[in-house]
């Protein structure tokens, strides 16, 4: 709690919120487990039982797991930032774990690498929409400055002043909900599927880094074994693959690089595609609307 004290000022009604919950779990009967994570999932055709167990600060498990019989299981470690439009535009990114892996770079008005290309809200880092909100309001006014309007320097201030504001609740949320990502990676067993498109396991991973010593990016990883080559484009399995590869290689997650970006941004059914290749439809010609030629 004393750690959160630097998000309480401007954001009680959120905090009084999460109070409401938390108190609304704890009158059901509803156990709430801090310092807990689930190491492993049993069922047949589904889940019937979730092994949980007690971690440390580093996330390492410290005593003997206990097995609690579930219907359902629902596991959130984060959000990761949607970067694909930057990446294919080739904006440079930086890898800032807790504000959701690799987020695109950018100057104080939000401009990126590439000349004339702002950027505003998630890709910057997963912060929240008051956040999004204040950083568009000043990409804006650095787009209308880049096309040669006058804008006040007020106007700014004012929108700066915003992110600041959003920033001392969204930096406290992230520093305290930021997954300890080598430990996730490290609960894989090797019968673990990583890649949920391409259906590769943690021991195709763990067999080819070990023989190819000389692999040291998740690019590499992905040519060799396919992780990253399906529809989501490795959305759901590039901060898996990036934390095998640091304990691996035993380097920051980081150093691994990242999964390169293609067409299309998201899946996109075929016959859509080939929609776009046919001719327009003709009018008819005593149609009414049919303009003069």
């Known amino acids: 709690m004393l750690h959160a004290l630097g998000a309480v000022l401007g954001h009680l009604r959120m905090l009084a919120e999460t109070g409401t919950i938390l108190a609304r779990l704890t009158r059901k009967g509803i156990r709430v487990s801090p310092r807990t994570i689930a190491t492993a999932a049993h069922g047949t055709d589904r889940v019937s039982r979730v092994e949980l167990a007690r971690v440390n600060r580093q996330w390492k498990v410290t005593g003997t797991p206990r097995q609690v019989p579930a219907s359902h299981l629902v596991l959130g470690y984060g959000f990761s930032a949607s970067t694909e ?8 990114l930086v890898y ?3 504000r959701g892996g690799w987020v695109v770079a950018h100057d104080e008005r939000l401009q990126t690498s590439v000349p004339h290309v702002f950027v505003a809200g998630e890709p910057t880092g997963v912060a929240g929409s008051d956040q999004s909100r204040a950083e568009g309001a000043l990409a804006a006014l650095g787009v209308a400055v880049s096309l040669g309007y006058a804008v006040p320097r007020a106007a700014f201030t004012e929108a700066e002043r915003h992110i600041r504001k959003a920033t001392q609740f969204s930096t406290v949320v992230q520093r305290m909900f ?3 990502r080598e430990a996730l990676g490290d609960l894989a067993t090797r019968e673990t599927t990583i890649c949920r498109c391409e259906l590769v396991t943690r021991d195709t991973l ?23 080559m399906g529809p989501c484009q490795g959305r759901y399995c ?3 693959v990036g934390a095998i590869l640091a304990t691996a290689r035993k380097q920051p997650i ?40």
């Open 96 to 98: 800032d774990s807790p």
């Open 178 to 180: 930021e997954p300890v």
């Open 206 to 228: 763990d067999d080819f880094l070990e023989s190819s010593p000389f692999v040291s990016s998740v690019n590499a990883v992905k040519l060799s074994c396919r992780t990253g």
């Open 238 to 240: 590039e901060n898996s």
């Open 85 to 92: 439009l930057a990446r294919q535009i080739g904006c440079d």
């Open 254 to 293: 980081g150093l691994g690089g990242r999964f390169s970006a293609h067409l299309p941004i998201k899946p996109v059914p075929v016959g859509d595609l080939q929609a776009l290749d046919a001719p327009p439809e003709q009018s008819e010609p005593n149609d009414p609307g049919t303009p003069p030629h």
